[in-house]
């Protein structure tokens, strides 16, 4: 593997990351370090920091709206919509997002309006983003797959976002920001994600096509990046191509010092940058580009399809990745590698130990029950693919029939492997 400072030693990057780090105090740095690999602290959320963080942020929010600069698109959002933007559930994402700092929270939510305003116009303004709101040169921006949300979260739990640049294709880069905005928005539907924040990877191993970067782009990035309500954990740059670094060295003059942080560096093939990203928990068999560069599309459209089907369906919850406590009923591998369904298992086989097979017959109901209550007490569901390929919960009913023959199937290997034994 070569080191990224092998290349162009006289470049910046790796003292701008340095220097960022030497910004910050032995706690942050100790924050960014945890985040980076996943073992950071969620905050509990009690009912009185709830309540008392939403209290102060309104407070907040009548302060600075008259004066901040860029507070004419919030303000225009509460004359027209003042449910909308007094809305507990939008601000809680917001308030998770900066970890409940009122002030870091309220410049992002002022900041999030005026985004909003600027790619998607004032009729769109009080309104969560849907493929509804994107015209047809936005949507072939979106399904050519240059950015995709990988359908497996990284080590930590975190959705992980790819960008391809060298595959970008757009009719105008307006067109790239409202797919950017919608994809980064769509991650936020789900609660485990405000809380644990996202994981980026910028892939640009291949041919460097400098043409393909608009002077824009890393403006407009910068401006989604600091106006939804996300928090990005980690940057991780795959490169193999030196002629890149000029666009990673633009972006970090862009970057806030907590982000520069945050940045890590990965030169190489594909193999290379493959077992980098490994160390850090992320879930290289799902990237979307094979080890000969083809972009594979197949899991991005699926996507697409799923949440077109979920926008339909208002009131409904809006799973978009499962988190790894989730159990997830179905057939194949991928099932069954998932964290979650690889948990249950290893409780069923705990339950056999403690008892012989032969005496579960009376009481496999508790057990069953037992280990369907181990599952959510870990914060787990247990979910399936409807016929449309929507993630949903299953019903207690069902969740007890699934788990009861297949903890049936453990009980029965393991009587015939005593039976096994008893011939020796």
């Known amino acids: 593997m070569v080191e990224s400072n092998d290349i162009g030693s006289d470049d910046k990057i790796d003292s701008l990351i340095a220097n960022a780090l030497n910004q910050l105090s032995l706690d942050e740095r100790e924050t960014v370090y945890y985040e980076m690999h996943g073992v950071d602290e969620i905050v509990q959320e009690t009912p009185d920091l709830v309540e008392t963080s939403l209290n102060r942020l309104e407070f907040e929010l009548e302060r600075i709206k008259h004066t901040h600069r860029k507070a004419i698109a919030y303000r225009m959002a509460e004359e027209m919509s003042p449910d909308y933007v007094h809305d507990q559930t939008l601000r809680m994402k917001f308030l998770r997002s900066e970890k409940f700092d009122i002030q870091k929270t309220s410049e992002r939510f002022i900041r999030y309006f005026d985004c909003k305003l600027l790619f998607f116009g004032k009729e769109k303004l009080c309104k969560d983003i849907t493929l509804q709101d994107l015209d047809k040169d936005d949507l072939k921006s979106l399904k050519a797959g240059y950015m995709q949300i990988l359908p497996i979260r990284d080590r930590a739990g975190r959705p992980v976002f790819i960008a391809l640049p ?128 083809d972009l594979k599309r197949k899991a991005h459209l699926e996507f697409i399809r799923m949440r077109y089907q979920q926008e ?113």
Not at 215 to 222: G, L, P, V
Not at 270 to 281: A, D, I, P, R
Not at 381 to 407: H, I, S, T, Y
Request: charged letters at 25%.
């Open 166 to 293: 060298q595959r970008q294709t757009f009719k105008t880069p307006m067109n790239k920001y409202r797919s950017l905005f919608y994809l980064c928005e769509t991650m936020l539907d789900d609660v485990e994600t405000q809380r644990r924040g996202i994981t980026f990877v910028v892939y640009n191993v291949g041919n460097f096509v400098k043409e393909k970067y608009d002077s824009n782009a890393m403006e407009h990035t910068i401006t989604i990046q600091k106006s939804l309500p996300f928090k990005p954990c980690s940057l991780h740059y795959c490169f193999n191509d030196s002629g890149f670094r000029f666009v990673i060295n633009i972006a970090m003059h862009f970057f806030g010092e907590d982000f520069r942080s945050r940045v890590k560096l990965h030169f190489g093939t594909h193999l290379e940058c493959s077992y980098s990203l490994m160390t850090f928990g992320c879930p290289v068999h799902s990237l979307p580009v094979s080890i000969d560069g």
């Open 312 to 424: 339909m369906r208002l009131g409904l919850p809006r799973i978009v990745v499962p988190t790894l406590n989730d159990v997830l009923f179905g057939r194949g591998k991928p099932y069954r590698q998932h964290v979650a369904n690889i948990k249950l298992h290893a409780m069923m086989e705990a339950e056999l130990k403690h008892e012989q097979a032969s005496s579960l017959k009376g009481k496999r109901l508790l057990t069953i029950e037992k280990l369907m209550d181990g599952i959510r007490n870990g914060g787990g569901r247990f979910l399936q693919q409807d016929d449309v390929g929507c993630w949903v919960e299953v019903d207690e009913k069902a969740v007890q029939e699934k788990v009861g023959r297949a903890f049936r199937t453990h009980v029965r290997s393991a009587s015939s492997g005593l039976k096994q034994l008893q011939k020796v």
